[in-house]
């Protein structure tokens, strides 16, 4: 397993707003860039090659964290790159989309837009690995074999047929399969994107985009009302197990593994290691630090599992850097806060 970033749209990605004060007697703290973190796995063997995306709405768990467990594994046959967290702003706010739905964005997108870089970086992404396939997960509201408007437990494809693209036939194949083994079942929905009136808004999805640029792709969707996040996990893995099957992936130790004993739980806690006025301290537990009036914090590192990352309470998430005198900070695991810190200027 190789770990890399991209690292022009983690610079990128790091743009702060600071504002223009005179040098003041508040704290001034910088916390990492949110990098749009992507993981490449690669068997010995050939195979097909195929591209998961997770993440883009932050408040679907099942979603993330459901891509983020194929990273531990090996692969033996074929070739994945897997980006969990597309949109990690909104995945430690909890929210479908902190800076508006980035699902909507993928045909045009301002410059200005905080998530601009992340909907570039995973368009670039795309276009530059190839991919036979793109798989972006959702958790979905409801059960969409129960209504018509619910999304929850699904396959989406845009159209049955999309060009060269038959859409349907391998769509059919994972719903067949995948329902032998789920106790909730998943229905088809085509949101006839290109040829209906009733999605239009579709095209400015990842999928419409990936689609008008020459790479097949679908939805997978689990529901948010299934009752726990295991079995949210576990309609997921099972809906790519089938897609792997189409696909030609194989990982090591073959690929009904990854839908057994998959681990959720909490682990290691993470710990927070910063750099006041050029002396490292290191957290791990809720702390009230008091630094002097003045101080410049830096977050050097935040030691932990992916997912891990500090987030100041009451402050836009898109700022990386900013002054103020007393602050609460949460360190969170994704969406679950871990522990907290309060800084104080004394
Ligand atoms: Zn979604």
Known sequence: ???????????????????????????????PPKKLNYYHLKGKKAGGRVLIIGGIHGNEIGAYKAADLLIDNDLKKGEMLIIPRSNFTSILANVRGYNGD??????????????????????????????DVVISMHDGYGFASKSKRAWGQSVVIDELRYKNFDLYSPAKFVLDNANKYLKYKVALINTKTFSGKIHPEQKKALTGWCLENGVKAFCIEASKQLPTLKEKVFTHLVMLREFFKLYNIEFDGGNDRLVKNFDLSLGDKPKLILDVNGKKITLKNRDILKVKKGSIIKVVDID???????????????????????????????????????????
């Open 304 to 346: 932990g599992k992916r997912g891990d990352f500090i987030i100041p309470v009451g402050v836009n998430l898109n700022w990386s850097s900013f002054h103020f005198r007393n602050l609460s900070f949460n360190i969170k695991r994704d969406y679950k806060k871990i522990f907290s810190i309060d800084i104080r200027s004394v």
């Open 1 to 31: 397993m190789t770990r890399r970033n991209f690292i022009k749209y983690s610079i990128l990605s790091s743009l702060s707003v600071s504002p223009l004060f005179a040098k003041d007697d508040r704290v001034e703290i910088f916390l």
């Open 102 to 131: 980035m699902n909507r964005k993928f045909n045009y997108i301002s410059k200005k837009d905080p998530d601009y870089y992340y909907v570039e970086g995973l368009k670039e992404i795309i276009l530059s690995f190839k991919p």
